[in-house]
């Protein structure tokens, strides 16, 4: 059964740092594509990065780029996001999701990582 | 960056009925559209890939359909458990873009 639990979501001051981590299962983690997407209260689906299976491609959306950091460690089976000056609009639910096929859609996902940004 | 529009922002439907989900997409994004269930507290699940696509374990009453920038999901006999909100995704390039999504209610 593939299970993906994310961890790490905490309240954080603005421009405070953070890092989210996923601890993954029930799959060859190291096949995959992994992304973070995020899920503002009350709101809709936001996608924030991605990571090749090898850590070799990483992408960001406009919102974060420059400031939050995608990794994985494959030995470990976990996908990290290092999240830098912390914003409030940064306030979400944070998911780790799982590429089907390496073309950008998600059939697995965490059940999420509250990040709440407030002074 | 490529705008995806859900329509409308809420739909009622009875249960037993049909109902039509729609998404635009501002520029074509060929197939590569999916289409995503959440029910409150809960993550949200894979329905639909490639636009018309059902993933593993999603019930035929749910279809897709379209290509370019308009795109439809039919649920054709509403039941209980498919009261939820719906989201469309593009994955034509990297930055990847979901609609606002359509929240479906018992009418």
């Known amino acids: 059964e593939v299970q993906l639990v994310e961890s790490g979501g905490v309240v954080v001051q603005p421009g405070g740092s953070l890092r989210l981590s996923c601890a993954a299962s029930?799959?060859?983690?190291?096949?995959?594509?992994m992304h973070w997407v995020r899920q503002a209260p009350g709101k809709g689906l936001e996608w924030v990065s991605l990571?090749?299976?090898?850590?070799?491609?990483?992408y960001y959306a406009d919102s974060v780029k420059g400031r939050f950091t995608i990794s994985r460690d494959n030995s470990k089976n976990s996908l990290y996001l290092q999240m830098n000056s912390l914003r409030t609009e940064d306030t979400a639910l944070y998911y780790c999701?799982?590429?089907?096929?390496?073309?950008?859609?998600?059939?697995?996902w965490g059940q999420g990582t509250l990040v709440t940004v407030s002074s | 960056e490529i705008v995806m529009t859900q329509s409308p922002a809420t739909l009622s439907v009875s249960p037993g009925e049909r109902a039509t989900l729609s998404c635009r997409a501002s520029?074509?994004?060929?197939?590569?559209l999916a289409w995503y269930q959440q029910k409150p507290g809960q993550a949200p699940r894979l329905l639909i890939y490639?636009?018309?696509t059902r993933a593993t374990g999603i019930p035929a009453r749910f279809s897709g359909s379209g290509s370019g920038t308009e795109f439809t999901l039919t649920i054709s006999s509403l039941q209980s458990e498919d009261f939820a909100v719906y989201y469309c995704?593009?994955?034509?390039?990297?930055?990847?873009?979901f609609g606002q999504g359509t929240k479906l209610e018992i009418k």
């Open positions: 999701a799982k590429d089907k096929t390496g073309f950008g859609y998600f059939d697995y």
């Open positions: 029930g799959f060859t983690f190291d096949d995959y594509t």
């Open positions: 990571i090749s299976w090898d850590g070799g491609s990483t």
């Open positions: 520029q074509s994004v060929s197939s590569n």
């Open positions: 490639g636009a018309s």
């Open positions: 995704q593009q994955y034509n390039n990297w930055l990847y873009s």
